[in-house]
């Protein structure tokens, strides 16, 4: 028998591979997106600190952006430093 | 719903459901969630076993990168040397220490662990002056940090 297929659709799914399920920051799950956006995914991405703590990266820059002195990780308290 | 009552409701969830042991949130707080009554039972076999306290956590917008103002408030004012008459709680987490990985959970068993190291239940030294002279809010006290062995 000869099958010629005419079409398909793909599926497929995707998370995030972080060491935690939610931002320590908004406590919303990394695989959904920070309270400020709408949909999960590329526009709403996850960002490492050396520390190797993890968070959103709108959640991480609001509180970094709040800190005049120091630049501290919210876990770790060590200082913040992005991971390359 | 905006952002920091997205987490004050998510918290206040998990605070109903599953309490830590001696602590209770009031269900009540209106619709805003910006003021919350929190109970709490001094622990066994600490100077305080038997006693109860009540908190009153304030939450502004900007929360949570902005710290709760937090005061212990009531009939029942604990006598500890980091607690002064009025409610004010000198506790560096309220203010410079404050990180937003902190929630209402961790403040209380902060603050439960600060009353149960306590060897002698005494006001602050500067208690009479500090009441006279501060702000209504414990966030525009300059706090100085300097005892941590209670």
Redesign the interface.
Known sequence: MKVTVKSWTAVATWRWVANDDNCGICRMAFDGCCPDCKIPGDDCPLVWGQCSHCFHIHCIMKWLNSQQVHQQCPMCRQEWKFKE | ???DK??LQ??LMTLQLNPPVGIKVNGDHGSSLTTWYVEMEGATGTLYEGEKFQLLFKFTN?Y???SPEVVFTGTNIPVHPHVYSNGHICLSILTEDW???LSVESVCLSIVSMLSSCKEKKRPPDNTFYVKTCSKNPKKTRWWYHDDKV
Request: proline content about 14%; glycine content about 0%.
């Open positions: 719903m905006d952002a997205k987490r998510k918290e900007r949570p990168f902005d990180s937003p990985a």
